[in-house]
Every structure is written in structure tokens, then in C-alpha cells.
């Protein structure tokens, strides 16, 4: 009894061990230095098989079916101690997952079900410097949802291809020197760009605006002799007779 016990347990240890060494590279695209990982559309559900290298600085799983709802999956994230990189796109995150990462500097949750960009509190005191959370369905952003990141160094936010129509949240991101919203539905340029903070680089493409007059907050711009900012309105349907003054000082 107590040798068929050892045995078994000596195959269940064995088996438990040829999982857990499983080669991250056989399954993925990896760069020489072993810095780059590229796990892109490998049919997975978790990461419970899968240990990466420590010195990886960017990882992509883009189009995977992961969730990163279990600690496990969440810990194979955090414990890289020199990732600088998440790429996430397309899997059916549903939320932003609630990663403890000191070192990422990019974060990309594109098309991945998201209706809330809330960050968990997990996120308070991050390095990210750049987020992407471009084509989803966030109807709206409440002030707090970026609460948390108030303190990062955050400096550019893509919310591309939403269906945003304000932007409160704003406030709460003083370093932010770029945001990109083409694809939303604004109908009017948003009166937080009156006190632009950092803020240099805005693109409204594609959107709804058609009157920019006087109460436009680029008539405080002008006003205030405001330098080098950047707009792009490209794609909007302006009526020209509404928004004479946009068209005669600019």
C-alpha cells in the first residue's frame, strides 16, 4: 500500500512539474534577449501552464479569450518585476482588471467589452505613462473612475471608437498632454478644455461637433494667448453660418 501510495504521488509530482515548466517560447514568438513575448491569438482561457521569463519588457496576448479574473492569472502579470508593456487587446476583459504593476508604463485594453473605464485601487501610485482603451462601449466616465491615477505620470489617453459625450474626468489627470476622442459622440467641443492644465494635444475626429462660436472654449484659447496646442476636427459636420467665428480666426 505504502509503495503504490509513492508511486502515485511521484507521478503526480512529475506531472505537476512538466507543466510548470512548460516553454513560454515553444508556444509563443520571443525575441533573443527574451525581453519581447508575443502570445497573440494562442486560444488561451488563463495562464495557469504558462510561466514567463523575468526579464520580459513588453508582453502581448491580444485576441485570447483571457479574463485575468483569478489571482493566479493576475500574479503571472505581476510578477515580472521589468515589464514595461501590457498589450491586451481583444480578449473579454468585461472591466479593467485590478493588475498591482509598479513598472508598466502602457497599458492597452482595446476592443475588450469594456462599459466602465473605473480603475480599481489597485492602480493608485502606478508608473503607467500611456493607456489605450480604444473601441469598447464606455457610454460615459464618471470624475472618479480616473481617481486613482491623479498622482501617476499619466500622459497620453486614447478613448477612440467609444460613446463618450463629456469629459469630466479631466480634472483628475494633470499631467495628461495628449487624448485622443475620434468615434465618440460629442456635439460640442467640452468646457474642461477652457483650463487645458498640460494638456497640448486633443483630437475630436469623427465626431458630432457642428457649432464651434464664442463660447467655445477656443475663444478663451485665443483670449488667453494660449501656444502650442493642437486640435484636430477633421470629420465633423460644422455649419459654416453657426460657426463663423471658428472659420474667420482659424
Request: hydrophobic share 40%.
Amino acid at each position: 500500500m505504502y509503495i503504490h501510495l509513492s508511486i502515485i504521488i511521484i507521478i503526480v509530482s512529475v506531472i505537476k512539474s512538466s507543466v510548470a515548466t512548460i516553454d513560454v517560447c515553444k508556444l509563443c514568438q520571443c525575441s533573443g534577449d527574451l525581453t519581447l513575448i508575443n502570445c497573440d491569438t494562442k486560444g488561451l482561457q488563463n495562464l495557469d501552464d504558462i510561466d514567463f521569463p523575468s526579464n520580459v519588457k513588453t508582453l502581448t496576448l491580444i485576441n485570447n479569450t483571457l479574463k485575468f479574473d483569478t489571482i493566479n492569472d493576475r500574479i503571472k502579470i505581476e510578477s515580472l518585476p521589468k515589464l514595461t508593456n501590457l498589450i491586451l487587446n481583444q480578449n473579454p476583459l468585461e472591466i479593467i482588471p485590478p493588475f498591482n504593476m509598479r513598472t508598466s508604463q502602457f497599458l492597452s485594453l482595446e476592443d475588450t467589452l469594456l462599459t466602465s473605464a473605473e480603475f480599481p485601487i489597485s492602480y493608485n501610485n502606478s508608473s503607467l505613462q500611456r493607456i489605450s482603451l480604444s473601441n469598447n462601449k464606455i457610454h460615459s466616465i464618471n470624475e472618479t473612475d480616473f481617481l486613482v491615477l491623479h498622482n501617476s505620470q499619466l500622459t497620453e489617453l486614447s478613448l477612440k471608437n467609444n460613446q463618450l459625450k463629456s469629459c469630466e474626468f479631466l480634472l483628475n489627470l494633470p499631467r495628461l498632454y495628449s487624448i485622443n476622442l475620434d468615434k465618440n459622440q460629442f456635439t460640442s467641443l467640452p468646457q474642461q478644455l477652457t483650463t487645458p492644465g498640460k494638456l497640448r494635444n486633443y483630437s475630436f475626429m469623427h465626431n458630432f461637433i457642428t457649432v464651434i462660436d464664442e463660447t467655445s472654449p477656443l475663444n478663451i484659447w485665443l483670449k488667453n494667448n494660449y501656444t502650442n496646442m493642437e486640435i484636430y476636427l477633421a470629420n465633423n459636420s460644422l455649419d459654416c453660418c453657426l460657426s463663423l467665428w471658428f472659420i474667420r480666426f482659424y
